[in-house]
Protein backbone atom coordinates (compact mmCIF):
# COMPACT_ATOMS: atom_id res chain seq x y z
CA UNK A 1 0.00 0.00 0.00
CA UNK A 2 1.37 3.22 -0.96
CA UNK A 3 1.17 6.12 1.52
CA UNK A 4 -0.14 9.33 -0.18
CA UNK A 5 2.35 12.13 -1.46
CA UNK A 6 6.01 9.80 -0.88
CA UNK A 7 8.05 9.02 -3.56
CA UNK A 8 9.68 5.91 -4.39
CA UNK A 9 12.97 7.33 -2.60
CA UNK A 10 11.64 8.39 0.78
CA UNK A 11 8.91 5.45 0.59
CA UNK A 12 12.53 3.22 0.44
CA UNK A 13 14.53 5.21 3.10
CA UNK A 14 11.08 4.70 5.46
CA UNK A 15 11.82 1.02 4.86
CA UNK A 16 15.11 0.98 5.84
CA UNK A 17 14.65 2.44 9.11
CA UNK A 18 11.86 0.29 9.91
CA UNK A 19 13.61 -2.64 9.25
CA UNK A 20 16.74 -1.64 11.09
CA UNK A 21 14.57 -0.83 14.15
CA UNK A 22 13.05 -4.18 13.78
CA UNK A 23 16.57 -5.85 13.84
CA UNK A 24 17.60 -4.26 16.35
CA UNK A 25 14.61 -4.95 18.58
CA UNK A 26 14.65 -8.85 17.62
CA UNK A 27 18.57 -8.45 19.14
CA UNK A 28 17.35 -6.92 22.08
CA UNK A 29 15.23 -9.30 22.64
CA UNK A 30 17.09 -12.65 21.62
CA UNK A 31 19.61 -10.57 24.37
CA UNK A 32 16.62 -10.84 26.93
CA UNK A 33 16.42 -13.88 26.37
CA UNK A 34 19.64 -15.74 26.67
CA UNK A 35 20.40 -13.65 30.13
CA UNK A 36 17.31 -14.34 31.16
CA UNK A 37 17.14 -18.45 30.63
CA UNK A 38 20.00 -19.67 32.10
CA UNK A 39 22.31 -21.35 29.81
CA UNK A 40 20.86 -24.86 31.16
CA UNK A 41 17.50 -25.04 29.40
CA UNK A 42 15.81 -29.09 29.31
CA UNK A 43 15.34 -31.01 26.45
CA UNK A 44 12.77 -29.23 23.79
CA UNK A 45 9.46 -31.53 24.79
CA UNK A 46 5.69 -30.98 23.80
CA UNK A 47 3.40 -29.38 25.81
CA UNK A 48 0.16 -27.80 26.29
CA UNK A 49 -0.87 -24.17 27.16
CA UNK A 50 -3.31 -24.36 30.25
CA UNK A 51 -3.84 -20.81 30.65
CA UNK A 52 -1.59 -17.26 30.50
CA UNK A 53 -1.66 -14.57 32.81
CA UNK A 54 0.22 -11.69 30.75
CA UNK A 55 3.42 -12.65 28.94
CA UNK A 56 3.65 -15.57 31.31
CA UNK A 57 2.23 -19.26 30.35
CA UNK A 58 1.33 -22.24 31.80
CA UNK A 59 2.51 -25.12 30.43
CA UNK A 60 1.34 -28.50 31.18
CA UNK A 61 4.23 -30.89 30.17
CA UNK A 62 3.09 -33.89 27.67
CA UNK A 63 6.02 -35.93 28.28
CA UNK A 64 9.07 -36.47 30.09
CA UNK A 65 10.26 -36.36 33.73
CA UNK A 66 7.47 -33.48 34.22
CA UNK A 67 4.83 -34.76 32.43
CA UNK A 68 1.48 -33.88 33.95
CA UNK A 69 2.69 -31.03 36.03
CA UNK A 70 2.49 -27.31 34.89
CA UNK A 71 5.47 -24.83 34.69
CA UNK A 72 5.67 -21.44 33.78
CA UNK A 73 6.94 -20.36 30.76
CA UNK A 74 7.60 -17.40 28.58
CA UNK A 75 7.24 -17.65 25.05
CA UNK A 76 9.94 -16.35 22.46
CA UNK A 77 9.09 -13.64 20.51
CA UNK A 78 8.68 -14.80 16.96
CA UNK A 79 5.58 -16.59 17.95
CA UNK A 80 2.41 -15.67 17.97
CA UNK A 81 0.41 -14.77 21.16
CA UNK A 82 -0.45 -18.68 21.96
CA UNK A 83 -3.46 -18.94 23.92
CA UNK A 84 -4.84 -21.81 25.98
CA UNK A 85 -5.18 -25.35 24.26
CA UNK A 86 -2.36 -24.44 21.93
CA UNK A 87 0.19 -27.46 21.24
CA UNK A 88 3.56 -26.14 22.06
CA UNK A 89 7.27 -27.17 22.03
CA UNK A 90 8.92 -25.59 25.25
CA UNK A 91 12.32 -26.36 26.79
CA UNK A 92 12.71 -26.29 30.70
CA UNK A 93 14.68 -23.65 32.40
CA UNK A 94 15.28 -21.90 35.71
CA UNK A 95 13.24 -19.46 36.87
CA UNK A 96 10.97 -19.93 33.88
CA UNK A 97 10.80 -22.36 30.97
CA UNK A 98 10.51 -21.43 27.14
CA UNK A 99 7.72 -21.80 24.98
CA UNK A 100 10.37 -22.36 21.55
CA UNK A 101 7.57 -23.88 18.93
CA UNK A 102 3.72 -23.76 18.71
CA UNK A 103 1.82 -26.86 16.81
CA UNK A 104 -0.48 -26.25 13.76
CA UNK A 105 -4.11 -25.13 15.37
CA UNK A 106 -6.69 -27.50 14.28
CA UNK A 107 -9.64 -24.86 15.30
CA UNK A 108 -9.55 -21.03 16.75
CA UNK A 109 -12.24 -19.39 18.92
CA UNK A 110 -11.89 -15.62 18.84
CA UNK A 111 -13.73 -13.07 20.19
CA UNK A 112 -13.21 -9.14 19.99
CA UNK A 113 -10.54 -7.69 22.34
CA UNK A 114 -11.56 -3.87 23.65
CA UNK A 115 -10.52 -2.26 20.89
CA UNK A 116 -12.65 -4.61 18.36
CA UNK A 117 -10.23 -6.50 17.18
CA UNK A 118 -10.74 -10.11 16.98
CA UNK A 119 -8.10 -12.17 18.66
CA UNK A 120 -8.04 -15.42 19.63
CA UNK A 121 -8.51 -16.87 23.45
CA UNK A 122 -8.45 -20.59 22.77
CA UNK A 123 -7.15 -22.83 20.45
CA UNK A 124 -7.96 -26.76 19.43
CA UNK A 125 -10.95 -26.78 20.28
CA UNK A 126 -12.73 -30.22 18.78
CA UNK A 127 -16.05 -30.28 19.96
CA UNK A 128 -18.77 -26.79 21.29
CA UNK A 129 -21.30 -28.36 23.17
CA UNK A 130 -24.50 -25.77 22.90
CA UNK A 131 -26.57 -26.52 26.15
CA UNK A 132 -30.34 -25.85 25.52
CA UNK A 133 -33.12 -27.00 27.84
CA UNK A 134 -36.71 -27.43 28.11
CA UNK A 135 -36.85 -24.08 29.92
CA UNK A 136 -35.50 -20.99 29.32
CA UNK A 137 -36.81 -22.07 26.15
CA UNK A 138 -34.37 -22.66 22.88
CA UNK A 139 -34.53 -20.03 19.98
CA UNK A 140 -33.74 -21.69 16.79
CA UNK A 141 -32.26 -18.45 15.87
CA UNK A 142 -30.14 -18.55 18.64
CA UNK A 143 -28.90 -22.23 17.56
CA UNK A 144 -28.41 -21.36 14.70
CA UNK A 145 -25.52 -18.50 15.44
CA UNK A 146 -24.03 -20.37 17.88
CA UNK A 147 -23.68 -23.33 15.06
CA UNK A 148 -22.65 -20.70 12.52
CA UNK A 149 -19.85 -19.62 14.74
CA UNK A 150 -18.33 -23.47 15.28
CA UNK A 151 -18.42 -24.35 11.65
CA UNK A 152 -16.40 -21.14 11.20
CA UNK A 153 -14.09 -21.80 13.55
CA UNK A 154 -13.71 -25.50 12.59
CA UNK A 155 -15.08 -27.33 15.53
CA UNK A 156 -17.92 -29.88 15.45
CA UNK A 157 -20.96 -28.69 17.43
CA UNK A 158 -22.89 -31.05 19.78
CA UNK A 159 -26.52 -29.96 20.88
CA UNK A 160 -26.60 -31.18 24.38
CA UNK A 161 -30.10 -30.98 25.76
CA UNK A 162 -30.03 -30.37 29.69
CA UNK A 163 -32.84 -30.74 32.29
CA UNK A 164 -34.20 -33.61 30.69
CA UNK A 165 -36.03 -34.21 33.81
CA UNK A 166 -38.20 -31.67 32.70
CA UNK A 167 -39.28 -32.83 29.23
CA UNK A 168 -42.16 -33.97 28.59
CA UNK A 169 -42.86 -35.20 25.22
CA UNK A 170 -46.49 -33.40 24.78
CA UNK A 171 -45.52 -30.05 26.29
CA UNK A 172 -41.79 -30.23 24.54
CA UNK A 173 -42.33 -31.50 20.91
CA UNK A 174 -41.50 -28.73 19.37
CA UNK A 175 -37.80 -28.83 20.93
CA UNK A 176 -37.60 -32.42 20.32
CA UNK A 177 -38.42 -31.53 16.34
CA UNK A 178 -36.19 -28.95 16.58
CA UNK A 179 -33.30 -31.57 17.84
CA UNK A 180 -34.48 -33.78 15.09
CA UNK A 181 -34.02 -31.01 12.32
CA UNK A 182 -30.84 -30.67 13.40
CA UNK A 183 -30.02 -34.47 13.51
CA UNK A 184 -30.76 -34.06 10.16
CA UNK A 185 -28.30 -32.14 9.07
CA UNK A 186 -25.46 -34.10 11.05
CA UNK A 187 -25.57 -32.68 14.31
CA UNK A 188 -25.72 -35.07 16.89
CA UNK A 189 -28.06 -34.33 20.25
CA UNK A 190 -27.80 -35.74 24.01
CA UNK A 191 -30.02 -35.66 26.34
CA UNK A 192 -28.81 -35.27 29.97
CA UNK A 193 -29.69 -34.12 33.94
CA UNK A 194 -27.16 -32.34 35.41
CA UNK A 195 -29.34 -32.80 38.70
CA UNK A 196 -30.54 -36.54 38.36
CA UNK A 197 -27.18 -37.37 36.65
CA UNK A 198 -29.26 -39.01 33.58
CA UNK A 199 -27.14 -38.79 30.72
CA UNK A 200 -23.85 -37.96 32.29
CA UNK A 201 -22.02 -41.30 31.29
CA UNK A 202 -22.83 -40.60 27.79
CA UNK A 203 -21.91 -37.31 27.75
CA UNK A 204 -18.70 -38.59 29.60
CA UNK A 205 -18.07 -40.92 26.65
CA UNK A 206 -18.67 -38.45 24.07
CA UNK A 207 -16.18 -35.91 25.72
CA UNK A 208 -13.15 -38.28 26.32
CA UNK A 209 -10.15 -37.70 23.95
CA UNK A 210 -11.26 -34.52 22.85
CA UNK A 211 -11.17 -30.39 23.95
CA UNK A 212 -14.52 -28.96 24.44
CA UNK A 213 -16.50 -25.71 24.92
CA UNK A 214 -19.71 -25.53 26.63
CA UNK A 215 -21.85 -22.38 25.31
CA UNK A 216 -25.45 -21.49 25.92
CA UNK A 217 -27.91 -18.84 27.57
CA UNK A 218 -27.53 -18.46 30.88
CA UNK A 219 -29.32 -20.61 32.94
CA UNK A 220 -29.74 -23.84 30.53
CA UNK A 221 -27.69 -25.31 33.29
CA UNK A 222 -24.03 -25.30 31.92
CA UNK A 223 -22.31 -24.38 35.89
CA UNK A 224 -24.38 -27.45 36.72
CA UNK A 225 -23.00 -29.02 34.21
CA UNK A 226 -19.64 -28.28 34.50
CA UNK A 227 -19.68 -29.18 38.05
CA UNK A 228 -20.83 -32.94 37.07
CA UNK A 229 -18.20 -33.12 34.71
CA UNK A 230 -15.58 -31.63 36.91
CA UNK A 231 -16.18 -32.88 40.76
CA UNK A 232 -13.01 -31.44 42.38
CA UNK A 233 -12.25 -29.06 39.38
CA UNK A 234 -9.54 -31.19 37.81
CA UNK A 235 -7.07 -28.58 36.55
CA UNK A 236 -3.75 -30.24 36.20
CA UNK A 237 -1.29 -30.49 39.17
CA UNK A 238 0.34 -27.37 39.37
CA UNK A 239 -1.92 -25.23 37.98
CA UNK A 240 -4.10 -22.60 39.79
CA UNK A 241 -7.24 -23.56 40.79
CA UNK A 242 -10.51 -21.49 39.10
CA UNK A 243 -10.76 -20.56 43.15
CA UNK A 244 -7.24 -19.05 43.58
CA UNK A 245 -7.21 -17.65 40.04
CA UNK A 246 -10.11 -15.82 40.89
CA UNK A 247 -8.75 -14.72 44.05
CA UNK A 248 -5.44 -13.74 42.41
CA UNK A 249 -6.28 -12.25 39.22
CA UNK A 250 -8.82 -10.62 37.47
CA UNK A 251 -7.96 -11.96 33.89
CA UNK A 252 -10.50 -13.67 32.07
CA UNK A 253 -7.96 -15.81 30.04
CA UNK A 254 -9.44 -19.32 29.33
CA UNK A 255 -8.12 -22.54 31.29
CA UNK A 256 -7.78 -26.06 30.26
CA UNK A 257 -9.33 -28.35 32.85
CA UNK A 258 -8.66 -32.16 32.41
CA UNK A 259 -11.88 -34.75 32.86
CA UNK A 260 -11.66 -37.62 35.04
CA UNK A 261 -12.86 -39.54 31.82
CA UNK A 262 -10.13 -38.22 29.59
CA UNK A 263 -10.65 -35.14 27.10
CA UNK A 264 -10.66 -31.58 28.23
CA UNK A 265 -12.87 -28.40 29.25
CA UNK A 266 -11.49 -25.13 28.09
CA UNK A 267 -13.29 -22.61 29.88
CA UNK A 268 -14.01 -18.88 31.32
CA UNK A 269 -17.28 -16.83 31.34
CA UNK A 270 -16.29 -15.17 27.88
CA UNK A 271 -16.43 -18.96 26.05
CA UNK A 272 -19.46 -19.43 27.61
CA UNK A 273 -21.07 -16.74 26.10
CA UNK A 274 -19.16 -16.45 22.95
CA UNK A 275 -21.09 -15.46 19.98
CA UNK A 276 -20.73 -14.84 16.10
CA UNK A 277 -18.34 -11.69 15.39
CA UNK A 278 -17.81 -9.51 12.36
CA UNK A 279 -19.39 -12.27 9.99
CA UNK A 280 -19.04 -11.38 5.94
CA UNK A 281 -22.41 -12.78 4.25
CA UNK A 282 -20.59 -14.77 2.18
CA UNK A 283 -19.14 -16.57 5.44
CA UNK A 284 -22.19 -16.54 7.32
CA UNK A 285 -23.74 -18.97 4.16
CA UNK A 286 -21.07 -21.37 4.79
CA UNK A 287 -22.30 -21.42 8.58
CA UNK A 288 -25.42 -23.01 7.08
CA UNK A 289 -24.21 -26.15 5.99
CA UNK A 290 -27.05 -27.54 4.02
CA UNK A 291 -27.02 -24.72 1.99
CA UNK A 292 -23.34 -24.94 0.77
CA UNK A 293 -24.06 -27.40 -2.62
CA UNK A 294 -26.74 -24.56 -3.70
CA UNK A 295 -24.59 -21.23 -3.79
CA UNK A 296 -23.59 -21.19 -6.78
CA UNK A 297 -26.89 -22.06 -8.47
CA UNK A 298 -28.45 -18.01 -7.85
CA UNK A 299 -29.37 -16.12 -11.39
CA UNK A 300 -27.54 -13.09 -9.94
CA UNK A 301 -23.98 -13.45 -8.15
CA UNK A 302 -25.38 -10.90 -5.53
CA UNK A 303 -28.49 -13.01 -4.48
CA UNK A 304 -29.63 -12.41 -1.38
CA UNK A 305 -31.26 -15.50 -1.19
CA UNK A 306 -34.40 -13.26 -0.47
CA UNK A 307 -36.88 -12.37 -2.76
CA UNK A 308 -34.77 -12.57 -6.19
CA UNK A 309 -35.86 -14.70 -9.03
CA UNK A 310 -34.01 -17.48 -9.55
CA UNK A 311 -32.64 -17.85 -6.32
CA UNK A 312 -31.66 -21.62 -5.70
CA UNK A 313 -31.83 -21.48 -1.83
CA UNK A 314 -35.68 -20.28 -2.44
CA UNK A 315 -35.82 -23.48 -5.04
CA UNK A 316 -34.12 -25.91 -2.45
CA UNK A 317 -36.85 -24.93 0.40
CA UNK A 318 -39.75 -25.27 -1.82
CA UNK A 319 -38.22 -28.63 -3.08
CA UNK A 320 -37.98 -29.53 0.66
CA UNK A 321 -34.04 -29.67 0.59
CA UNK A 322 -33.85 -26.49 2.68
CA UNK A 323 -35.69 -26.25 6.01
CA UNK A 324 -37.73 -22.33 5.60
CA UNK A 325 -37.12 -21.97 9.30
CA UNK A 326 -33.20 -22.40 8.81
CA UNK A 327 -33.14 -19.56 5.26
CA UNK A 328 -35.59 -17.10 7.52
CA UNK A 329 -33.06 -17.69 10.88
CA UNK A 330 -29.97 -17.33 8.40
CA UNK A 331 -32.38 -13.57 6.83
CA UNK A 332 -32.60 -12.57 10.23
CA UNK A 333 -28.50 -12.99 11.37
CA UNK A 334 -28.01 -11.29 8.09
CA UNK A 335 -30.15 -8.31 8.98
CA UNK A 336 -28.28 -7.94 12.17
CA UNK A 337 -24.58 -8.21 11.11
CA UNK A 338 -23.22 -4.71 11.50
CA UNK A 339 -20.61 -4.24 9.31
CA UNK A 340 -16.95 -3.69 11.04
CA UNK A 341 -19.31 -4.32 14.46
CA UNK A 342 -19.52 -7.19 16.87
CA UNK A 343 -23.02 -8.63 16.22
CA UNK A 344 -24.80 -8.48 19.78
CA UNK A 345 -25.99 -11.52 20.25
CA UNK A 346 -25.40 -14.74 21.64
N1 LIG B 1 -34.60 -29.36 36.70
C1 LIG B 1 -33.31 -29.15 36.44
N2 LIG B 1 -32.74 -27.98 36.77
C2 LIG B 1 -31.44 -27.81 36.50
C3 LIG B 1 -30.65 -28.82 35.89
N3 LIG B 1 -29.41 -28.33 35.73
C4 LIG B 1 -29.42 -27.08 36.23
N4 LIG B 1 -30.64 -26.76 36.70
C5 LIG B 1 -31.05 -25.52 37.34
O1 LIG B 1 -31.04 -24.48 36.35
C6 LIG B 1 -30.65 -23.24 36.95
C7 LIG B 1 -29.52 -22.62 36.17
O2 LIG B 1 -28.38 -23.46 36.26
P1 LIG B 1 -26.90 -22.91 36.01
O3 LIG B 1 -25.99 -24.08 36.06
O4 LIG B 1 -26.61 -21.77 36.90
O5 LIG B 1 -27.06 -22.38 34.51
P2 LIG B 1 -26.02 -21.50 33.65
O6 LIG B 1 -26.51 -20.09 33.72
O7 LIG B 1 -26.15 -22.03 32.26
O8 LIG B 1 -24.67 -21.72 34.22
C8 LIG B 1 -30.28 -23.55 38.39
O9 LIG B 1 -31.36 -23.20 39.22
C9 LIG B 1 -30.06 -25.04 38.38
O10 LIG B 1 -30.35 -25.64 39.62
C10 LIG B 1 -31.29 -30.05 35.56
O11 LIG B 1 -30.70 -30.99 35.02
N5 LIG B 1 -32.61 -30.16 35.87
MG1 LIG C 1 -23.43 -20.34 35.21
ZN1 LIG D 1 -30.24 -16.83 -3.96
Not at 60 to 86: H, I, K, M, Y
Not at 212 to 235: E, I
Request: positive net charge.
Amino acid sequence: MKKKGLNERQLQRIQKIQDAKAARAARQQAKAETTTVSAALGPPQRGLVISHYGQQLEIEALEGDLRGEVVRCFQRSNLEPLVTGDEVIWQAGDPLGVVVAQSPRRSVLKRPNLFNELKPVAANIDHVVIVIAPFPEPHANLIDRYLVATELMGSQAILLLNKADLLDAQTHRPLLDLLALYGSLGYPSLQVSSRQGSGIAALQEQLAGSNSVFVGQSGVGKSALVNALLPDCHSPEGALSLAETKGRHTTTAARLFHFPQGGNLIDSPGIREFGLWHVEPAQLLQGFVEFRPFLSGCRFRDCRHDREPGCRLQAAVSEGRINAGRLASFQLILSTLAPGLPSRSP
